[in-house]
């Protein structure tokens, strides 16, 4: 099985990184660029034989240390069989 | 006085912290590497500088897992003292044993500047004999240097009175409006509401000799190991 999670800085927590990509993008030329976040894609390939129980272990890898409660949020974006 | 330092890998700062604290007879100093699940018998221990697993995630965020840190925590629970400088600052909020969060700094660039820093109140009980204003030239080297607290967690540290550092010009001037590297109220410095647990962002072990262009660190530090 693979899960991948996006982790994204709150809403309101300053993202310098975005702020720079959005400025450099509006001279660039694409001026209907209004925000930018940038955030983290974290891929984990992981040994189980099926998915039971495993949106919430990965609940508790992200709470435990991946996230920073108070600065990010995740979203666990999949959980898929090896291809 | 026994003091013990965690090493984790990446923390960059032992020889320094070993070398200016060679400068106090009284320190018999110890070394222990991150995996260790004991802390040796001590009166003191400091986590150091540095980048730990490279800063990876967020810094301090892997060295919390390191077996070292189960101890460590129910040292600092069970009120034993703990000094965490720069990476090791940034290791205690993530063990929640400081509040607070590090974003990379303001200017998105490294920091590697030489900071005036002052000290919020007198008696504190880890800072023995320095009084209220005290101002100390420390230098600070880092990434991740913007510290962040929350209203809530900005709300428990004024009623600890947690707040002993803070960022100033030379002459303990303080920017309200305009918070050095975007930190909340030009914070510098923390400890905890227990007062047991310290941390400092700026770098003491890098200003023992006047060769260093400030002695100041070596008064932090006696401060530190006389109280």
């Known amino acids: ?83 | 006085m026994k003091v013990t330092v965690i090493e984790f890998p990446g923390s960059t700062g032992v020889s320094e912290l070993e070398l200016a604290l060679s400068g106090f007879p009284e320190v018999e100093l110890e070394r222990t590497w991150h995996q260790d699940r004991r802390l040796p018998k001590c009166d003191l221990v400091i986590l150091p500088g540095g980048h730990s697993y490279q800063d990876s995630l967020r810094p301090g965020a892997l060295a919390k897992l390191s077996p070292a840190c189960n101890p460590l925590r129910k040292w600092a629970k069970d009120g034993g003292r703990v000094l965490g400088i720069g990476n090791g600052f940034q290791i205690l909020t993530e063990l929640e044993l400081l509040p607070g969060t590090f974003f990379p700094n303001l200017s998105g660039h490294f920091l590697n500047q030489q900071t005036c820093i002052r000290l919020e109140r007198s008696n504190v009980a880890m800072l023995n004999g320095l009084v209220e204003k005290e101002i100390f030239s420390l230098p600070l080297c880092c990434q991740f240097g913007r510290y962040v607290l929350t209203q809530r967690e900005q709300e428990q540290i004024a009623e600890s009175q947690g707040i002993v550092f803070r960022y100033t010009d030379e002459r303990g001037g303080v920017s309200e409006d305009n918070p050095f590297n975007g930190c909340t109220k030009n914070i510098a410095g923390v400890v905890s509401a227990a007062g047991n647990v310290l941390g400092i962002l700026a770098r003491p072990e890098r200003a023992i000799d006047p060769l260093q262009g400030s002695v100041d660190g070596a008064k932090f530090l006696n401060a530190i190991l006389s109280s």
């Open chain 1, 1 to 83: 099985m693979r899960a991948t999670i996006l982790i994204k800085n709150k809403n309101n927590v300053v993202d310098l990184a975005g702020e720079a990509v959005a400025e450099r993008a509006k001279e660039a030329g694409y001026s209907e660029i209004k925000r930018v976040r940038i955030g983290k894609v974290v891929d984990i390939d992981l040994e189980v034989g099926d998915d039971t129980g495993l949106k919430q272990r990965l609940g508790d890898l992200c709470r435990s240390f991946l996230v920073h409660p108070n600065s990010e949020d995740f979203v666990i974006l999949e959980i898929a069989k090896d291809e």
